[in-house]
């Protein structure tokens, strides 16, 4: 069975394609040379004139797990209160509801993935597992339908792991702990999150900065993310050391970030939701935009990559591994509310509702600073597009964020209902770049799964999976955007006009370096002396994934 | 029963019993029953579910004994005429409880867990104002004092402080906790003796002063003078230097135990704790640390969660979930519904007295104090099915083993036939 989609023009920044009209064939789930001339085409799609590109990839995004369930334990309320407004919803943010429609910033994991898949994401990874909690990460992905999926485990504020550093272990030893952690976490890549202060806030120490010690390990936050980037690098997986820096959220947090881009040596690292980490202490209010020093240090250091974080107005709740700041920050909560929780000597989590507000100076300014780093970080390859679902947006919101780097003059106009103070405060206006069709599909396909490090995601090459979204080009770029014609996952075509049409299940994708079992001898030892669980419960097997045939594990290689 | 022991029997098994999910049990034999690092409550529950002389291992219609396709056809017709039945008791585990979410949302249920009378007051308390809590672990390795309220925690948490207080390795060379009890009635306060018969201390003894006693810890923390000699039975002074040793603890744990409580408004007494936390945490650090009451409670309502977007008390209207802690609990809703689904596959609890049409869906040996319309028996949770359960603290997910073969179906298969049933 070959399946032939027509004369779409293909923007494939993986192959240089920008608008090139061309013809795709799809057999058993991939993308297929084109086949000899006798073949049997058992199905055409006439694409002319539309927009073709590979499924999109949400490299950072909170979709399972802990602190995703009490965010929706804690706030009914949301989706009592989503249900009655999606009557007055207009297009495009409007959409078929499905009987599980949820509509708000925490939807269920079914809704997750109907969600995903309408606006043509075909993957999301949650960038924040805790090693102890992966099993409910991976149980709530496992009824995610539609989409792949994957996460990273967040390390750096472990006992076990601050324990070696404090040891001097060697090198070998922490790679070997970072991949027996891929392992049993069935993960694709590592996150620290404010290293080492999850934990120091467990001894009460309320803030530590990157070269400030620990108080009880005696080791910084600089030595974590030089020993995990190194740990990744070594151990040859692609998905950079993911970091989610010291002091988040805090006025005049810029130069923490412009100095944990050198904490790597030069080694690869991610800066995650980078707006969060770019603020400055300029003006009356002491809060101002470092987007410029930001963006420029970005530029500069080829080995950092980014994902923005934008905000966008409007009721969300913030989810974060990061207890120590989110206990600082509960006093901002609105509704006033906050969960905060240490985990096992593993981690911690800190859940906030927070309503952004375009009238507030804090975060209007928020809203620009995060528009000034997508459009002053010169390479794409480079930058991605996020809302860290849903701290500063629910994901749903994507649509409405292409259109604001798309166009100008809709950016211009949103930027003047501002508060007045902030507007006074940001360079926006003066920032004319407009991002290409081709800018967008590197951001959230080509460069995604490059940073990730899945071969046959993100492009639309011979040899791919058959992950397919296909736009009509419409100027307005929020609409076109929020309803895709058709979505095909694996070759099948599951979305038409912005609507399921058939219900599959994703791959949960997963790096599995190689490393010395050894390394579980003295971990046996621990977990039986120190922990509450034993090694082998700790461990998740791939039948746990496989769910009685529907999950599916995927171990990609480098 | 027959009880075919299955030969590759894991070397160590996790056991539903309590909250705890301790998964380091070892089964030696199961006639007679020998399991290392057992409890109480353990071995009650392993020689219930070895042991029991049930004749019930067949489902039954009416109470004649028939075929499980025969009582899986009954059942759907149940649900088929029924425009909102309620499915209550929901003891189960994870997987058991997906199949239910699926279930009740082709049927139009209201869910209700057997235990929500006292996990809904915890879950109010956190969704009108969050909280800080902790983990086992954390406990363990950590705390340095423990203040229990209104729960000797021994009693419905028999290896709590075996595992997590006496347990002299920890992480941090602390020295083991003081245990305090607040509220506790003398004859129960002698859960927390330490091996070397050290007595846990005791403030105030009568569970129904724990309200008032709490509300004066609050005041005093914040500096606030109290106009009395006593609160709730006790000196202020007493309550005075609780608070200093609460202050002065580097990690405080504040463990409660919501079904203790008797009194009404309890979650009002929950909120109050809560703020204790929250005020300590202003200068040291403390954790609160609810107790859990069993029969899957934290599961279910996690997975219903991320299910439904809701804990229980939940249900379905035309497929989509509608929450209300208050008007869907199963006393109200036995008043309202039209039909009954039990399920209890940890212990043999029985349905609640009832005239509806009844399908009862559980353990063998379910204690069925009426004949019910429909019987189905399935298999034990972590005895003869694997599955997923969480712990009490909700961050840990621990898989439940297999133990033996035998030939009763789990209780997820007997849902989704219904479900392919009602389709």
């Known amino acids: 069975m070959i399946t032939l989609l027509k004369n779409g023009k293909l923007y494939d920044p993986a192959h240089n394609k920008n608008g090139v009209v061309e013809d795709i ?3 058993q789930g991939r993308i297929v040379p084109k086949p000899l001339d006798n073949a049997k085409i058992s199905q055409t799609y006439d694409l002319s004139g539309k927009v073709v590109m590979a499924g999109a990839i949400d490299m950072h995004s909170h979709i399972g797990g802990g602190k995703v369930n009490i965010a929706r334990m804690m706030l009914p309320e949301y989706q009592q209160k989503q249900m009655q407004e999606i009557k007055n919803l207009s297009e495009p943010e409007a959409h078929i509801c499905t009987p599980y429609c949820s509509h708000h910033a925490t939807p269920t994991a079914t809704d997750t993935g109907f969600r995903y898949i309408e606006m043509g994401y075909t993957a999301a990874f949650e960038p924040a597992i805790s090693p102890i909690n992966a099993r409910q990460a991976h149980l709530e992905m496992g009824d995610t339908p539609m989409i792949d999926k994957g996460g990273y485990a967040m390390l750096g504020n472990d006992d076990y792991f601050l324990r070696m550093l404090t040891a001097k272990k060697d090198q070998k030893a922490i790679n070997d702990y970072v991949a027996w952690i891929l392992h049993a976490t069935q993960t694709i890549g590592i ?13 009460n120490q309320r803030r530590l900065n990157l070269d400030e010690n620990h108080q009880h390990y005696q080791v910084s936050p600089r030595e974590v993310l030089q020993s995990l980037s190194r740990a990744v690098h070594e151990l040859g997986i692609a998905k950079p050391l993911h970091v989610h820096c010291n002091n988040l959220g805090a006025a005049g947090n810029f130069e923490t970030t412009l100095n944990t881009m050198t904490a790597s040596n030069g080694l690869p690292m991610h800066l995650t939701h980078i707006q969060f980490h770019s603020y400055g202490t300029e003006g009356d209010k002491k809060f101002s935009s470092a987007a410029a020093q ?113 166009d100008k003059s809709f ?21 004319d770049r407009e991002y290409s069709l081709y800018d967008i599909a590197i951001m959230t396909r080509a460069g995604a ?78 977990f039986d002396r120190y922990q509450t669980i034993g090694l082998d419960n700790f461990k998740i097997s791939d039948a746990e994934i496989f769910d009685d045939g529907r999950g599916s594990v995927v171990v990609n290689k480098n | 029963m027959k009880n075919n022991l299955n030969p590759t029997l894991p070397a160590s098994i996790t056991c539903p019993a309590c909250g705890m999910l301790c998964d380091d049990l070892v089964l030696t034999s199961t006639t007679p029953l020998s399991i290392q690092n057992a409890c109480a409550k353990s071995i009650t529950f392993f020689e219930q579910s070895f042991h029991s002389n049930s004749s019930n291992t067949a489902p039954s219609v009416s109470g004649k004994t028939t075929d499980l396709e025969t009582a899986v056809k009954a059942a759907a017709a149940i649900l088929a005429q029924s425009k909102a039945p309620l499915i209550a008791g929901l003891g189960t585990e994870v ?67 075996e595992k997590l207080v006496w347990d002299s390795a920890s992480l941090f060379n602390k020295p083991s906790p003081e245990v305090v009890y607040l509220g506790v009635s003398a004859d129960k306060a002698k859960s927390a003796t330490s091996p070397e018969g050290k007595l846990a201390s005791a403030v105030g003894d009568d569970p129904a002063q724990i309200p008032e006693i709490v509300n004066a810890l609050n005041a005093l923390l914040i500096n606030k003078k109290i106009n009395a000699e006593t609160v709730g039975g006790v000196a202020v002074a007493t309550l005075q230097a609780l608070v200093e040793k609460l202050k002065a603890a580097k990690y405080a744990v504040i463990v409660w135990s919501a079904s203790s409580f008797k009194f009404s408004h309890a979650e009002l007494t929950i909120q109050s704790i809560v703020q204790l936390v929250n005020q300590l945490n202003e200068t040291t650090r403390a954790a609160g640390l609810p107790l859990n009451s069993g029969d899957g409670d934290s599961s279910v309502n996690n997975t219903s969660t991320w299910l439904s977007g809701y804990p229980t008390r939940n249900r379905f209207v035309n497929g989509k979930p509608e929450y209300d802690n208050y008007h869907f609990s199963t006393q109200k809703q036995l008043q309202n519904s039209d039909a009954l689904l039990w399920v209890s596959t940890f212990n043999p609890t029985s349905a609640p007295q009832t005239a509806l049409p009844t399908i009862v869906i559980g353990r063998p040996d379910i204690k069925l104090d009426r004949t019910p319309d429909v019987f189905i028996p399935v298999g034990i949770p972590g005895v003869d099915h694997a599955g997923s359960m969480f712990r009490m603290d909700s961050s840990i997910t621990l898989p439940l083993k297999k133990l033996r073969n035998n030939e009763l179906p789990n209780l997820s298969e007997v849902i989704n036939r219904i479900e392919a049933e009602l389709a």
């Open chain 1, 191 to 203: 996150k620290v999150v404010n290293p080492g202060g999850i934990s120091a806030f467990k001894f």
């Open chain 1, 411 to 431: 950016r211009n106009e949103a930027f003047a209902k501002l508060n007045l103070d902030a507007q006074s405060m940001s360079n926006l206006t003066s920032l």
């Open chain 1, 294 to 406: 930001i963006a420029e240090a970005i530029n500069k250091n080829k080995n950092i990559t980014a994902d923005v974080g934008q905000i966008l107005f409007n009721q969300t709740v913030t989810a974060s591994g990061d207890s120590m700041m989110q206990h600082l920050n509960a006093k901002h909560a609105n509704p006033k509310k906050s969960v905060i929780m240490d985990i096992e000597c593993d981690a911690g989590c800190g859940v906030l509702p927070f309503k952004y507000r375009d009238q507030n100076y804090v975060n209007a300014l928020q809203w620009a600073i995060g528009l000034e780093i997508f459009l002053s970080v010169e390479d794409p390859w480079r930058i991605f597009l996020t809302t860290d679902h849903p701290n500063g947006a629910p994901f749903t919101s994507y649509p409405h964020l292409i259109r604001l780097l798309m």
């Open chain 1, 449 to 526: 799964s490059k940073l990730i490090g899945m071969n046959d995601r993100g492009h639309l090459g011979v040899g791919a999976n058959a992950d397919i979204t296909v736009y009509t080009d419409q100027e307005n770029r929020e609409a076109m955007f929020a309803k895709p014609d058709y979505v095909f996952k694996n070759g099948e075509l599951v979305v038409k006009d912005g609507a399921v049409v058939k219900v599959v299940w994703g791959a949960t994708h997963t790096a599995k370096p190689a490393f010395d079992i050894g390394v579980e001898k003295e971990l046996k030892e621990y």
């Open chain 2, 95 to 161: 997987q058991g409880m997906r199949s239910i979410m699926r279930l009740a949302a082709a049927s139009n249920a209201m869910l209700d867990h057997m235990h929500s009378e006292s996990s809904v007051r915890n879950t109010l308390t956190m969704q009108n104002g969050g909280w800080l809590t902790t983990t086992l672990s954390e406990v363990k390795n950590r705390a340095d004092l423990i203040l229990a309220i209104g729960t000797d925690i021994g009693t419905s948490h028999p290896r709590f402080f």
């Open chain 1, 25 to 27: 064939y799809i057999h």
